[in-house]
């Protein structure tokens, strides 16, 4: 079994294992360089050979580029991978708020997202009809940001077998969501370390022993009304 190595930053305290009650930081290397992989503003309609949509056949529901914002506004489940695979030490940055002015599914939960995503049973991952369940068979890191009716925020890893390994559960007013906020979201994969950041502050961390070092990006959400923006994707390299 592999051996997790899990820390959480929350009111400024880290605690990992083999330690505790050390200060958090949030600096990053000084000496670094990049490459830029991805940069998406959605300006155009999307184009259906660089991105994938998995949408659950419910009404009223829709995927489009609208006011140059990505709008993901359905009924049931809705994946939109980016078609890139991506490798080694990356950063993914992004905008997205949840939309809740009385839309037909405004509700405010799932501001989800897929990452390191690949299906050990077949080399095309895009394969799937958006609904939930359907992705249990993959390998990747998972973070699903206010979900069940906003009121969790996980960080999980999917085995490639059926097994979601629960890394960190949070609960707590300042770690769900806020409607109609414009979020920034990153998240940094660099030599094992996995770690997810909201608004400059580092909700999880994660040191993963065996870890996943290629694969797909999506945003993912159900029943609810999101818009995103300024998609950037980095190499890095420390």
Known sequence: MKRLCLMIIT???????????????????????????????????????????EMDDQPNSSVTVKDGKLVLDTKGGVTVWLNQKLEGNIEITYKRQVVMADGTNDRLSDLNQFWMATDPRNGNLFTRSG????????????????????????????????????????????HLLKPDHWYT??????????????????????????????GYFGFRSTWSRHEIDDLKIISIES
């Open 185 to 214: 979201i990153k998240i940094r994969v660099e030599n094992g370390l996995v770690s997810y950041w909201v608004d400059g502050e580092k909700f999880f961390e994660y040191q993963d022993e065996t870890p996943l070092t290629e």
């Open 11 to 53: 009111g400024g305290v880290l605690a990992s294992c083999g330690s505790s009650g050390n200060k958090a930081t949030t600096s990053e290397a000084v000496s670094e360089t990049e490459e830029v992989l991805v940069e998406e503003v959605f300006s155009k309609s999307l184009d259906s050979n660089r991105w994938k949509v």
């Open 131 to 174: 609904k939930f369940e359907e992705y249990d068979s993959l390998s990747m890191y998972y973070v699903g940001f206010g979900g069940n009716y906003n009121e969790t925020t996980r960080f999980r890893e999917y085995q490639g077998n059926g097994e979601k390994t629960l890394l960190f559960d949070l609960d707590d007013e300042d």
